[in-house]
């Protein structure tokens, strides 16, 4: 065994030894079993196991791989020949099989496929080498040539193309005297050409341009004044195409129409916009709209009856003009300049309505009064009636409390009679305080109880102290021979009379309205009042005045505060020391008692008494400042009268005695008062006692 051995390694080594240059393997098995028997790989062929028998490597169990595979494809198939890969390549392997003297083995080899290849793949570079060198050579060789023959060309294509570029100075290099040589000459003389004509074409260029620059620089501050100018005025102003859209619009259009840049109105269609329909919302079609009918008509139109509507939906009234504009002949818009009309419309129909109107009370006026008459004065309107009535007391409530007041008894008057009459009854103000009222169908016991009504409700109605009444008279044309202006004449000339006799005691009624105003606001002055008429009635006796002269100046004491109406009831009713402000309120109800009873013949005599009731003696006194015997001498008996009495409490609650009074009373005798008739009057009183 050990021979056998010994003997087989010297195989394995051989084995190695001839496939080592090669990088193949070889192995020699036995062919049914797959046992080495030799191997070049350096592996034992058997080993000892642990119980002492031998077991001997096999080519199915491991072993190189290439050899493995093959001897499994020879198993298989018998193949001797055949082509392995496997991770380190391709491997070419052949199984031959040895028989001899009972031998049965099989010898397998496998070379790499790379030790047949590499010799053909060192020839393919060797000459691929050779093909880049000839090529190289080649290409460099070609190179030369062609960049020796194309130069000229493209010294002459770069010129061309910095040229076109705008370099005009640029040239070709002429290099030889060939067909590219000329067509490089004949490039030159044609760009010194352009330059030429260039450099002149740029000197007029800018000429030209100065020249349009200025120009436009013009035309440009003239289109700034005139749109200075459209932005200046108060009219407001818009263009349109001939389609009707939008072209301008001035900064009072766009004030007007509610709009903030003139960008928003810009290519709209200006007839949908701002015009499309009446102020009662009919609509306007675009064939109606007289803005419209000038773009196709090309003549002007005017309207001072429509509105236009802003961008907030609202309409106002409008006056406009619109105006075709053309351009070489041809019809290419229109200019539209418009106002807003709404305040000259108000004006226009306010004047329309004053013209047959009343301002103030808003009933007829005479102009249209007397229109009435000759309408209504016909047959078919018989019996015609007509009242004339006169205000009483306007004068009196202008005097005393001022204009408004007396418009306010106008305005009421007015509503008062509108109330009673009838919608086909002709109502007027004929003059200051006279109205007028024309009735149809109306004949003597209907016009009374129309009369009675008006009374009546008059009698209803107070204008702050004065108390309403109207004097009015009537007529009534009862047959179509009575001419209406008899009448008219006749109905004032009853009114005129009724007036007249009835003044007495209308002047009566209006004192007597103006003292009970007086009192209900401030009892005190009722006290006040008729202590001081007792006073004065018995002062005049004490200075033995006649008897009427007495009792005219006891109606003076009671009357010498009647121009305390005039003040308001906190003033009136004061306790203490008056501001300097309200003393001057206060001071002036003398001379509104002087206006109010100069008013009436009953009480006119005593008028300048009421005046001079606050004059003193020494000329400190109001209003006016009279002194010594220029204040008359009821005023003077009625100074110390009043005087004594609001010393005695009438307007303060700390009250002196009649002794202190009349000690305060002779104090002043002099500076306030009369000497004489503080001697007098301290007489009298201190005899009642």
């Not at 418009?338 to 329309?352: L, P, S, W």
């Not at 021979?481 to 009566?508: G, N």
């Not at 002087?594 to 109001?622: M, P």
């Not at 002196?656 to 001697?679: C, N, Q, T």
């Amino acid at each position: 065994v050990l021979g056998v051995h010994i003997t087989l390694s010297k195989i394995n080594g051989y084995l190695e030894e001839t496939i080592r240059n090669k990088g193949g393997v070889a192995a020699i098995v036995e062919r049914e079993s797959g046992a080495y028997v030799a191997n070049s790989m350096g592996l034992p062929n058997f080993s000892l196991l642990p119980d002492g028998r031998v077991h001997r490597l096999s080519a199915k169990e491991g072993g190189d791989a290439v050899l493995k595979t093959a001897y499994e494809e020879y198993l298989r198939k018998g193949a001797h020949g055949m082509k392995i890969e496997d991770g380190a390549g391709a491997f070419f392997v052949r199984m031959e099989e040895y028989r001899l003297n009972g031998l049965d083995l099989l010898i397998s080899s496998a070379i790499p496929e790379r030790i047949f290849t590499a010799g053909v793949f060192s020839s393919m570079r060797l000459a691929l080498a050779l093909v880049i060198l000839v090529l190289l050579a080649a290409i460099t060789l070609y190179s030369a040539l062609a960049s020796a023959f194309m130069r000229p060309m493209e010294a002459l294509i770069d010129a061309a193309e910095q040229f076109s570029r705008g370099d005009l100075e640029k040239r070709a290099t002429v290099v030889r005297d060939d067909e590219i040589g000329r067509l490089s000459r004949t490039f030159n003389a044609m760009a010194d050409n352009i330059y030429l004509l260039v450099g002149t074409l740029e000197s007029k260029v800018k000429e030209r341009t100065a020249k349009l620059e200025k120009a436009n620089a013009a035309l440009n501050e003239s289109e700034d004044r005139l749109r200075l100018i459209l932005d200046s005025t108060a009219e407001a102003i818009y263009g349109i195409d001939a389609e009707g859209r939008c072209t301008f619009a001035n900064a009072s259009c766009l004030r007007m129409l509610g709009y903030g840049r003139e960008e928003e109105l810009l290519g709209r269609d200006m007839h949908a916009l701002i015009h499309y329909s009446q102020r009662d919302g009919r609509p306007i079609r675009q064939d109606e709209c007289r803005i419209f009918q000038v773009l196709g008509m090309g003549e002007s139109a005017f309207a001072d009856d429509e509105v236009f509507w802003r961008a907030d939906g609202d309409s106002f009234d409008v006056e406009y003009s619109a105006y075709p504009q053309y351009k070489d002949g041809k019809l290419v818009g229109a200019v539209v300049a418009f106002m807003d009309n709404t305040e000259r419309r108000k004006n226009r129909a306010h004047i329309d309505f004053l013209t047959y109107h009343d301002a103030l009370t808003g009933l007829y006026n005479r102009m249209y009064f007397e229109r009435a008459l000759k309408s209504l004065d016909a047959e078919e309107h018989l019996p015609v009636a007509i009242i004339f009535g006169d205000v009483n007391g306007l004068k009196l409530t202008n005097d005393v409390f001022g204009h408004a007041a007396g418009d306010t008894l106008l305005k009421r008057s007015a509503e008062i009679l509108k109330k009673v009459c009838r919608e086909s009854d002709v109502v007027a103000r004929v003059g200051g305080d006279e109205f007028a009222v024309l009735l149809p169908r109306t004949g003597p016991e209907a016009v009374k109880k129309v009369i009675e009504r008006i009374r009546n409700e008059f009698g209803k109605e107070r204008i702050l102290a004065i108390k309403a009444s109207i004097s009015m008279g009537y007529a009534v044309k009862t047959g179509p021979d009575e001419q209406l202006e008899r009448t008219v004449k006749d109905a004032e000339d009853a009114m005129y009379k009724e007036k007249t006799l009835d003044r007495k005691s209308v002047a009566a009624e209006m004192v007597r309205t103006i003292l009970e105003t007086l009192y209900a606001r401030s009892p005190r002055e009722h006290k006040h009042s008729l202590a001081v008429a007792e006073l004065c009635a018995d002062a005049g006796r004490a200075l033995g005045l006649p008897e009427p002269e007495t009792r005219r100046l006891r109606e003076m004491g009671l009357l010498h505060d009647i121009g305390k109406i005039a003040v308001d009831d906190a003033l009136l009713n004061k306790n203490g020391t008056f501001t300097n402000e309200e003393r001057k309120n206060i001071e002036q109800h003398p001379a509104v008692g002087y206006r109010i009873l100069n008013l009436f013949d009953d009480t006119i005599d005593l008028a300048e008494g009421v005046l001079y009731h606050h004059e003193n003696w020494d000329g400190s006194g109001y209003p006016i400042g009279a002194r010594g015997e220029e204040i008359p001498r009821q005023a003077r008996i009625l100074r110390v009268a009043e005087t004594y009495d609001a010393l005695r409490g009438a307007f303060h609650s700390s009250a002196m005695s009649s002794e202190e009074a009349l000690a305060e009373i002779e104090r002043h005798s002099g500076g306030m008062f009369d000497p004489e008739i503080v001697k007098v009057f301290i007489g009298m009183m201190s005899g009642a006692k």
